[in-house]
């Protein structure tokens, strides 16, 4: 999944800016996260990436390295894009974005399309679990990140994940985990969640 705006302003100093911040960042991006800038005053582009913590350091740098190769190819000469994949993202923008959560919010939303064999007990399950790793999440040495499971029965357990990229203070991302659960408990309340319920913020 990809998002991007066109460049505005001098279309050549930051294309070399852009040309440059990516393979800064993606040589940066050591323990599954990177931040980086480069330019000055508005030729400035910034770059962020960010691996989900639970996968293998090589594995995190192969995703970074594609996507890096990727995104100006589906994003020709934009001043702000961001890919995802399930494994790691990428983010660069003309707008200082470190540290702050997007003011536009989107989602992308993919679920079990079966009921839950006892509706009312796994969803009850399902929230508990989802605000145990929220808060997992913010405990500073938990890099953003947290999950956990809990069996539902003998044949099916219920495995919940959250993370926020690592620039966003604890209050940044406390609102954004907390928006993200409260669109989950309206949307698939009572639905088996299938791969993956995740709230982009655009």
Not at 112 to 140: G, R
Not at 183 to 201: G, M, N, R, Y
Request: charged share 15%.
């Amino acid at each position: 999944m990809s998002n991007f705006s066109n460049f505005t302003g001098p279309t050549e100093l930051l294309q070399g800016s852009l040309d440059r911040i990516l393979p800064d960042v993606v040589t940066r991006t050591i323990d599954g996260y990177a931040i980086s800038s480069y330019g000055n005053f508005n030729e400035t582009i910034y770059g962020l990436t960010n691996c989900r913590r639970d996968i293998p350091a090589d594995a995190c740098l192969a995703c970074i390295a594609e996507a890096a190769r990727i995104l100006p190819t589906v994003c020709p000469r934009s001043a702000d894009a961001r890919i995802w994949y399930d494994t790691c993202f990428l983010r660069y923008g003309t707008d200082e974005f470190i540290g702050s959560v997007g003011t536009v919010n989107g989602g992308l939303i993919l679920m079990n399309v079966l009921n839950a064999t006892d509706p009312e007990s796994f969803d009850k399950i399902v929230v508990e679990l989802m605000h145990t790793v929220w808060k997992s999440a913010l405990v500073s040495g938990n890099k953003r990140f947290a999950f956990g499971f809990k069996a539902f029965s003998p044949n099916v357990t219920i495995h919940s994940m959250v993370q926020c990229t690592r620039d966003l203070p604890a209050a940044a991302c406390n609102h954004c985990l907390a928006n993200a659960i409260g669109l989950f408990q309206t949307i698939a309340a009572f639905v088996k969640v299938a791969k993956s319920f995740t709230v982009v913020v655009l």
